[in-house]
Every structure is written in structure tokens, then in C-alpha cells.
């Protein structure tokens, strides 16, 4: 039986996480799980998996958990700090599954306990980079890729040895704008942004898949997960999200990772790993699906994942700003304060102003994200 603390667990990947534990009920503990504002939700969960302790992010909203939770014996405790704490309670394996760079300081108090931490998270991989891969190494923690892109990878990479690769290359849907004219961009609204053709996602990652900037901060994701370096990572739009991704080596064969476009496939490799578990996922069923096409990425109507290659050849706080700025970017947008194309505009704005030094440990990337936040509300009252 492995132990398991679910950072996030009231979103899309605590869900399909959960899923997964309540069809396996022998095989996995429940130790934490931690929500930010869904209170029913998170109280519920706590009291089917039986969770030692749960974690309200809003701590506004604790007496509510307390009050759902009465009776039940489970620990309730909330904010930021509690976040953390719990996060340090040891656990076989770390889910960390919270939207943005508000996940990074709980996904790294796991990292610094040494055990396995799954990580959905980009953003905060994306923010902290080299100081995240630092403690990775230092505390000896076995980091798994959750992301169906960096998981695909990490399986075509087992056994190889990375001196070999010629390329790695990420695919991407497109998402639901792939085919739009650009003029007709930015008249793109929330709702038709967040209707993403084949997965069911989080808001944030949705707007990202539109823009392509979830892409963009896979680039720099598997940049940091898979060190063969910039000229080697590549971006082919693949419009049935079936390859999840592919290493080629130098010998000419290639490796690629099929399966549904189901989050519970790779959360289970995850879970599992270095075994595998059973998922009720449908199995894949190439002859129904007859037809896998691919294309170069349009980076005049897309032009995120630039942005993100840039950042990664810039360096130091490059991708911490560029990740803020879009946290904030796609906030203003989902709440209809700018339009769909001013998304990435005010990312490349707040970039061109200029980097702070580079963050040379936890304090100074939340300094930093701090700063480009406050950028990007600025840049975005200059855009017209
Ligand atoms: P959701 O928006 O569905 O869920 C986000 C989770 O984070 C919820 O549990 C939410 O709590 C919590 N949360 C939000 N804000 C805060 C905060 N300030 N402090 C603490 N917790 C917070 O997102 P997804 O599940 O879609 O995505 C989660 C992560 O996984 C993202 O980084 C995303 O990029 C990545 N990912 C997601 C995929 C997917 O298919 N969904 C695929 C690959 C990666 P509450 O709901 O209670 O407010
Ligand atoms: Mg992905």
C-alpha cells in the first residue's frame, strides 16, 4: 500500500487522481488532500478517502471545512503556511496538482521530504526551474512527470541513455482555435476558449491550450525534465492528441507514446511507476480512429511557444516572468477584461522590460513572480 497526498485535489487532476485511488482502494492511503476555495467539495473527498488531514488554501474558508468536517476525526487546518505543512507530512507519493505558481511552495516543501513527488504543476517547475531541479538532486526525491506530454517522454526515454537523442518532440492539439483565421482571434471569448476538442481541463490550462502557451511552458518544462537541450526539443501539432509525444534517437528510430486522451493514463503511470496498474480507460482503438496527421506550429497566429523558446535561451528569471505574466494575463481574460490576442501581447510586453537577476532560490523566484505580476497588470492598462 503506497501513501498519498493530493495537492490540488479538488481540481480536474485531483479528480481523475481520486478516480483512479477509489478504484484501487487496497493499493492507496490517503495522508493529505487540499483544496483552495471548494469547500463541499474538498470535505467530501476528505471523508470518502478518510484523509488524515485536509487544507483549505483560503483560509477565510476553514470554520466552513471544520464545520463539514465535525464529527469525522480528520484534521482541518488552512492558508498558505498549512499548505506546506501538509506537504511535509510524510507521504509515498506527492501529487502536485495545484493551478499556477501558487503550487510552488507546498510541491517544493515535498520535493526537500526525498520521496516521489508526480507533478502536474508546470508553472511551478516553469517558475523556479534550476532552483526546483537543485533540490530534486540534493534531496534525492524521484520526480515523475504527470503532464501526458513529459510523461510520454519520460516512458520513450527509459533505458536509453540521453547522449543518444536526436530529438525530442512535444505534440500539441492546436486546442479549439488551431484552425482560426488570426483576425478572427481576437474576437475570441472565455467560453469558446475553454472548449478544448479533446480534453477536459482546469480553466487556466484550457485558455493556455488556446493560446498555445501550454505548450510554450512545456517547452521550458521538458527543457528542465530532459537535458539535451534547446536545439534538440521541437513542437509538432498533432490534431487527435493519440501520440503523446515522441523521442527520436540517432540511430533513426523513434519512440512514441500512444493512449486516450484521458489525464487517468498517465496519473496511473505515475502512481504506479516503475509498475503499472489497471485504468478503465477504453483501450486504444487505432483502426476506429484511422487517421493521425501532423503540422509545424504556426507561431505568427501562435506566437507563445516563441516566447517560451526565447525565455528558455534567455535564461535566468526569463520564464518566471513569462509564466506571471500569463497567470495574470489569463485571469484578466477569463474575467472579460482583455481580449483573447492580449494574452500573450502582454506576456512579450512584460518580457521586453527588462529581467530581474536571476532567482537563486525559493524566495527569490516568488520575489520575482511578485514583480512581473505587478508588470503585467501595468502592461495590460497600456495595451489598447
Ligand atoms: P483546476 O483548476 O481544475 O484545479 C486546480 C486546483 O488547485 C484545485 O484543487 C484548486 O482548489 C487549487 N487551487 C487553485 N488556486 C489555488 C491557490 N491559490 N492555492 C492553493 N490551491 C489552489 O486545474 P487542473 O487540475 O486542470 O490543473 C492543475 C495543474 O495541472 C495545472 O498546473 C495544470 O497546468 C496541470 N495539468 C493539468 C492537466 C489537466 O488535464 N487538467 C493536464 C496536464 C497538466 P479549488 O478548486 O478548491 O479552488
Ligand atoms: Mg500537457
Known amino acids: 500500500m503506497r501513501s498519498l497526498t493530493i495537492l490540488g485535489a479538488t481540481g480536474s487532476i485531483g479528480a481523475s487522481t481520486l478516480d483512479l485511488v477509489r478504484r484501487n482502494r487496497d493499493a ?28 483549505i488554501g483560503d483560509e477565510a474558508r476553514l470554520p466552513e471545512l471544520r464545520e463539514a468536517l465535525a464529527g469525522s476525526g480528520i484534521v482541518a487546518t488552512g492558508g498558505a503556511p498549512a499548505l506546506i505543512e501538509a506537504a511535509q507530512r510524510p507521504a509515498d507519493v506527492t501529487v502536485a496538482a495545484i493551478v499556477g505558481c501558487a503550487g510552488l511552495a507546498p510541491t517544493m516543501a515535498a520535493i526537500e521530504q526525498g520521496r516521489t513527488v508526480a507533478l502536474a504543476n508546470k508553472e511551478a517547475l516553469v517558475s523556479a526551474g534550476a532552483v526546483m531541479t537543485r533540490a530534486v538532486a540534493q534531496h534525492g526525491t524521484t520526480l515523475l512527470p504527470i503532464d501526458s506530454e513529459h510523461n510520454a517522454i519520460f516512458q520513450c526515454l527509459a533505458g536509453n541513455d540521453p547522449a543518444h537523442v536526436r530529438w525530442i518532440t512535444l505534440t500539441a492539439s492546436g486546442g479549439p482555435f488551431r484552425d482560426w483565421e488570426f483576425g478572427r482571434l481576437a474576437k475570441a471569448t472565455p467560453a469558446e476558449a475553454v472548449r478544448h476538442p479533446n480534453w477536459s ?57 500512444l493512449g486516450p486522451s484521458d489525464m487517468r493514463v498517465p496519473i496511473a503511470s505515475a502512481l504506479a511507476w516503475p509498475a503499472r496498474m489497471e485504468t478503465p480507460c477504453e483501450p486504444l482503438d487505432l483502426a476506429e480512429i484511422g487517421t493521425l496527421t501532423f503540422r509545424r506550429p504556426d507561431e505568427v497566429r501562435f506566437p507563445a511557444t516563441r516566447l ?28 472579460g477584461q482583455i481580449g483573447f490576442t492580449q494574452i500573450v501581447q502582454c506576456c512579450e510586453d512584460v518580457l521586453a522590460y527588462g529581467l530581474p537577476s536571476s532567482p537563486q532560490c525559493l524566495e527569490e523566484v516568488v520575489a520575482v513572480d511578485l514583480e512581473a505580476r505587478a508588470r503585467a497588470r501595468e502592461a495590460m492598462e497600456l495595451v489598447p
Open 28 to 55: 492507496f492511503r490517503i495522508v493529505a488532500l487540499t483544496g483552495h476555495s471548494n469547500v463541499v467539495a474538498l470535505a467530501a473527498l476528505a471523508r470518502e478517502f478518510a484523509a488524515e488531514i485536509v487544507v
Open 308 to 335: 517560451a523558446r526565447e525565455a528558455v535561451v534567455a535564461g535566468g528569471a526569463a520564464a518566471a516572468v513569462l509564466n506571471a505574466a500569463n497567470e495574470i494575463a489569463v485571469a484578466a481574460f477569463l474575467s
Open 201 to 257: 481541463m482546469g480553466a487556466k490550462i484550457s485558455v493556455d491550450s488556446a493560446t498555445m502557451m501550454n505548450k510554450g511552458l512545456e517547452f521550458i518544462e521538458a527543457w528542465h525534465l530532459f537535458p539535451v537541450g534547446v536545439e534538440r526539443l521541437r513542437i509538432l501539432v498533432h490534431p487527435q492528441s493519440i501520440v503523446h509525444s515522441m523521442v527520436e534517437y540517432r540511430d533513426g528510430s523513434t519512440l512514441a507514446q
